[in-house]
């Protein structure tokens, strides 16, 4: 029992490092996590649910994940999960009427309205080139990470980048100028 | 945008972007999960989650030091393979904080992100370890409690004073306290309830005691000992209210839920 005992002790230490590393990454990235399967269309509390799933998964493979790649590896799980439940195609609800959300959104916390309008900010923004600048722009991703991530050679990283960033800010400019001429922009643009 | 292949600008958020943009960005960046959701996501993986705000930071992989941190909830067993049974997964940062009350007086344990055993940083100066943390060596036909034993400097007749706390000892007392761990998980209520006693004795002013006494009233559980276990279970959650750990505890003691 002794022998069973130290065995199952060393067996449970090194359980115990798995988790603590866990742990680590969990509250290193889950939030990523959780904002990659909710750009897929994911409903909050789905998105959660599969995030949990995704961190289940990467549990299970830890010995796989180099460290320092995890999150590469989280948001690839998250995407593969995302279009097995059938979310293939990116997407906040594309609005007829961004104006419209605009306004509306202004009701909700500063934060989580700001959060939205750039969601429907993106919402116009070619998909083809918004996955590139989300995973830059907004979780900060290395170009190589994204090339990898997204199986695109990395030239093609920096121009879908470019062609991103001019959709991106043309249609952030027409959105603050009519938050302006409505007078709910709150702040003023330098 | 660079010359060089795959070199791209500064992000926005970082240089060029209007205000209008960059608030937008932000925003997107902490965007995340509730802080309910966080729990409940960190409950079922048997982890502790930080506080919400730092865990909704921008991801560069640094959260930053954020609300008190909760202590951890029970694992599934599906999330923790090799684990048999019900354990009691007590996170080492998570440790050092009991009720919401921080010792910022002890070193901090930070595992980082090494493959090895929990690393433990360097005491605060003037208190620097006189030898390297002990190790301890199972050799063949030791008991846990042989194995503990032979934890350098730590005999039954030892006393520790709260004051001369190092991290030789904080390893000790995370050894001893795996160990009863890893007794409950193979459902040997007896060996952990000898190794709690003697983490006590040990360790009177242990800096895990509220994870001690945890493990204690999951291995009266495991004996039968259902009253003991309850009784240590209230006084516990009295003392402890409000804390996560004494959520724990309630639910092992099957106490009624607050």
């Known amino acids: ?96 009427d961004m104006d419209q959300h605009a306004s509306s959104s202004r009701d909700a916390s500063e934060t989580r309205s700001d959060a939205q309008l750039c969601n429907q900010v993106l919402a116009q923004v070619d998909p083809s080139l918004s996955e590139v600048f989300v995973l830059y722009e907004i979780e900060g991703l290395t170009s190589p990470e994204i090339a990898e991530l997204l199986e695109i050679p990395l030239g093609s990283v920096a121009s879908r980048l470019r062609r991103a960033r001019e959709q991106f800010r043309e249609v952030a400019s027409r959105l603050e100028l009519k938050l302006e001429r409505e007078g709910k922009h709150g702040r003023r643009a330098r | 945008m660079g010359a060089a292949r795959g070199e791209l600008p500064e992000r926005l958020l970082d240089q060029g972007a209007t205000d209008f943009e960059r608030r937008l960005l932000d925003a997107a960046a902490k965007d995340g999960p509730s802080q309910e959701q966080i ?20 991801a560069a992989g640094t959260p930053s030091a954020g609300a008190a941190k909760a202590a951890v909830a029970t694992g599934k067993a599906a999330a923790w393979p090799w684990i048999v049974g019900g354990v009691i997964g007590v996170s080492i940062v998570g440790a050092l904080v009991v009720g919401g009350r921080r010792r910022d007086s002890l070193p901090d344990v930070h595992p980082g992100g090494r493959l090895e055993a929990p690393a433990v940083a360097p005491p605060p100066s003037g208190t620097a370890p006189s030898s390297p943390a002990p190790t301890v060596r199972p050799s063949a036909g030791d008991t846990v409690i042989d194995r503990i034993d032979r934890i350098p400097g730590r005999t039954s007749s030892k006393r520790p004073s709260p004051a001369n706390v190092s991290v030789r000892d904080l390893h000790g007392e995370i050894e001893i306290l795996d160990v009863a761990r890893a007794a409950i998980a193979e459902r040997a209520g007896r060996q952990a309830l000898a190794l709690v006693h003697r983490y006590e004795e040990v360790y009177p002013a242990g800096t895990f005691l509220p994870e001690a006494s945890a493990i204690e009233v999951e291995a009266l559980m495991q004996l039968g000992r259902d009253d003991e276990a309850r009784k240590l279970a209230k006084r516990f959650v009295a003392e402890h209210e409000g804390s996560l750990l004494s959520d724990r505890v309630a639910t092992i003691a099957g106490l009624p839920a607050r």
């Open chain 1, 1 to 96: 029992m002794g022998s069973t005992m130290t065995v199952s002790a060393g067996r449970l230490l090194v359980g115990e490092i798995d988790r603590v590393r866990l742990e680590r990454i969990f509250n290193e990235h889950h939030a990523t996590v959780w904002r990659a399967l909710r750009r897929r269309g994911l409903a909050a509390d789905a998105a959660a649910d599969a995030t949990q799933e995704t961190f289940l998964l990467a549990a299970q493979r830890l010995d796989d994940i180099r460290v320092g790649s995890e999150r590469a590896f989280l948001i690839a799980t998250a995407l593969r999960m995302a279009y097995s439940l059938g979310r293939k195609t990116v997407r906040w609800a594309l609005d007829a």
């Open chain 2, 39 to 58: 729990l409940r996501m960190a409950k079922a993986l048997g982890v502790s989650a930080v506080g919400g705000a730092a865990a909704t930071g921008v």
